[in-house]
């Protein structure tokens, strides 16, 4: 069972404002439009503010690793307990048809720049929203954790890329869920 978060007005509005700003700081990987880039960027947003929620609505005490205008890179998204690292993955999914079926996916030089800084969990988030047209924040209400996993378990499902950043295709359902 998922943990599904409401999403609140304030944290889509500063997903949309931060995203505005990293578009000219970060790397376009995947070679996307500036449109497309920047719905990328507010799905991730909107993950990290979600998970940002859930931290506090459990009480932890951490640190969160966000963006800073002119930096490129971030060291990690969440520490908590002192040195436990956290690398948040977010996707949006048709709110139709739901996660269930999808898939955590890596690129290989993420996966490797993650094991560089020492990732020990990553967390993955699916969001509402997605549509044929891309992504539409207004059809986003609810984030759901769908599950952790021990960052260098990823390399267990290492693949022959069929797409660019497939190179890492974790099922859903092999996630910890707790």
């Given at each position: ?14 997903a ?8 000219k700081?970060?790397y ?9 880039r ?7 947003n909107?993950?990290?503010f ?20 002119g ?87 290492k ?6 950043g ?6 859903l359902n ?5």
């Open positions: 069972m998922s943990r599904k978060i409401k999403l609140t007005k304030e944290i889509k509005h500063k949309v404002k931060f995203a505005k700003l990293k578009l700081d970060t376009n990987r995947f070679g996307f439009d500036d449109k497309k920047l719905n990328q960027i507010i799905i991730g909107i993950g990290e979600a998970f940002e929620k859930v931290l506090i609505e459990q009480g932890f005490n951490y640190e969160f690793d966000f963006y800073q205008e930096r490129t890179k971030d060291n990690f998204d969440f520490c908590i307990h002192g040195g436990l690292t956290i690398e948040v993955k977010t996707s949006a999914f048709y709110n139709q048809y739901g996660f269930s079926k999808l898939n955590l996916l890596y690129s290989q030089d993420q996966y490797q720049a993650g094991l560089k800084k020492g990732f020990d969990y990553c967390a993955v988030l699916m969001i509402e929203g997605k549509t044929k047209q891309g992504f539409n924040i207004d059809l986003c209400n609810f984030a759901f954790v769908a599950g952790y996993i021990k960052y260098k378990n990823i390399a267990k499902y693949q022959e890329a069929r797409f660019f497939d190179n890492y295709k974790v099922p092999q996630l910890i869920n707790r």
